[in-house]
């Protein structure tokens, strides 16, 4: 140990212009041209949107002009076609939490198994899009306001509050505004105008190892509801107007689709395989056998039917 008057060695110096840990996985390079061709094939991006100016130079994606325009389409896009699931609480050994770039983006659009994943894994697959096109994005936790899940449909219920930091949003600067991003809340995530605050949050900027924290929670703490529950929601969009009008969702044994705020088809699974196959049809999750293997233990053990 050196004593008090030996020179002490000084910490790696920091660029000015950053806040990263050094070799946080934040400095991984961006998505290449053909990854990020790869993920626009994966959320079924119209071509027309790949004239956006931004494609050729890359600046004008910080600009509201003609940064806005391909932001909404890619998260329109992106909610249309990439599901909101809990599937990698369920499906493995010990849950996979960890928010590592290059292994969510190997799941959602390279395995092509149609998964997706909670608020860490796609908030986290789109922030990096976006900054391999030139975005300024800054990603930060939420406390979800409990008026906007499902607990506030039961009885007892004793009007709202917010959990703790365990959603992961992104901020999207444009023309010096920021604008929330967010593809990972499911169908009770901010749609159009919102009359109920949907969650809180600051403008402190999280590492990934801040949000494998924040994921570490949500996917094996007994009081993340994510821990007890198996559900998918898929955003339906109406192709000529590119609009959002309704979801699909599944939540432990119940299937429901969801057209302009009014029900229109529901039905329950009796059992597991009926789960599994209404995965692949309404979600286009194609389970491995061995996801099958820990989800059909998950599901015996903790979901079992409820009519």
Same mark, same amino acid.
């Not at 998964?115 to 936790?141: K, M």
């Not at 590492?207 to 009081?223: G, K, M, Q, S, V």
């Given at each position: 140990?050196?004593?008090?008057?030996?020179?002490?060695?000084?910490?790696?110096?920091?660029?000015?212009?950053?806040?990263?840990?050094?070799?946080?996985?934040?400095?991984?390079?961006?998505?290449?041209?053909?990854?990020?061709?790869?993920?626009?094939?994966?959320?079924?991006?119209?071509?027309?949107?790949?004239?956006?100016?931004?494609?050729?130079?890359?600046?004008?994606?910080?600009?509201?002009?003609?940064?806005?325009?391909?932001?909404?389409?890619?998260?329109?896009?992106?909610?249309?076609?990439?599901?909101?699931? %809990?599937?990698?609480?369920?499906?493995?050994?010990?849950?996979?939490?960890?928010?590592?770039?290059?292994?969510?983006?190997?799941?959602?659009?390279?395995?092509?198994?149609?998964?997706?994943?909670?608020?860490?894994?796609?908030?986290?697959?789109?922030?990096?899009?976006?900054?391999?096109?030139?975005?300024?994005?800054?990603?930060?936790?939420?406390?979800?306001?409990?008026?906007?899940?499902?607990?506030?449909?039961?009885?007892?219920?004793?009007?709202?509050?917010?959990?703790?930091?365990?959603?992961?949003?992104?901020?999207?600067?444009?023309?010096?505004?920021?604008?929330?991003?967010?593809?990972?809340?499911?169908?009770?995530?901010?749609?159009?105008?919102?009359?109920?605050?949907?969650?809180?949050?600051?403008?402190?900027?999280?590492?990934?190892?801040?949000?494998?924290?924040?994921?570490?929670?949500?996917? %094996?703490?007994?009081?993340?509801?994510?821990?007890?529950?198996?559900?998918?929601?898929?955003?339906?969009?109406?192709?000529?107007?590119?609009?959002?009008?309704?979801?699909?969702?599944?939540?432990?044994?119940?299937?429901?689709?969801?057209?302009?705020?009014?029900?229109?088809?529901?039905?329950?699974?009796?059992?597991?395989?009926?789960?599994?196959?209404?995965?692949?049809?309404?979600?286009?999750?194609?389970?491995?056998?061995?996801?099958?293997?820990?989800?059909?233990?998950?599901?015996?053990?903790?979901?079992?039917?409820?009519?």
């Amino acid at each position: 140990m050196a004593s008090p008057s030996s020179p002490q060695s000084s910490p790696p110096a920091l660029p000015a212009d950053t806040t990263e840990i050094p070799g946080s996985r934040f400095s991984l390079p961006p998505y290449s041209p053909a990854q990020l061709q790869a993920y626009f094939e994966r959320i079924s991006l119209p071509a027309k949107h790949l004239a956006s100016p931004i494609f050729k130079c890359s600046s004008l994606a910080r600009s509201y002009a003609h940064g806005m325009p391909i932001l909404a389409a890619l998260v329109c896009h992106h909610q249309a076609e990439v599901p909101f699931e %809990t599937l990698n609480a369920h499906c493995y050994p010990s849950p996979r939490y960890k928010t590592d770039l290059l292994q969510i983006y190997q799941s959602i659009v390279t395995d092509g198994r149609g998964r997706g994943g909670p608020c860490t894994v796609q908030n986290s697959l789109l922030g990096n899009v976006l900054r391999s096109l030139g975005f300024e994005v800054i990603e930060t936790a939420a406390r979800v306001n409990t008026a906007c899940q499902a607990i506030a449909s039961t009885p007892g219920y004793k009007g709202p509050s917010y959990n703790c930091w365990d959603h992961k949003v992104l901020m999207v600067v444009l023309s010096g505004q920021r604008y929330l991003v967010d593809v990972g809340m499911g169908a009770r995530g901010p749609e159009g105008s919102l009359w109920i605050p949907v969650y809180a949050f600051g403008e402190m900027e999280f590492l990934p190892e801040d949000f494998d924290a924040l994921a570490y929670y949500c996917f %094996t703490n007994p009081r993340s509801w994510m821990v007890h529950n198996l559900v998918a929601i898929r955003f339906i969009l109406d192709s000529a107007t590119e609009e959002l009008i309704g979801d699909v969702s599944l939540s432990g044994t119940k299937l429901k689709r969801t057209i302009r705020g009014k029900v229109d088809h529901e039905e329950h699974c009796h059992t597991y395989r009926e789960r599994v196959e209404v995965l692949r049809k309404h979600f286009g999750i194609e389970l491995t056998q061995d996801e099958d293997k820990f989800l059909g233990q998950f599901v015996a053990k903790t979901m079992a039917p409820k009519l």
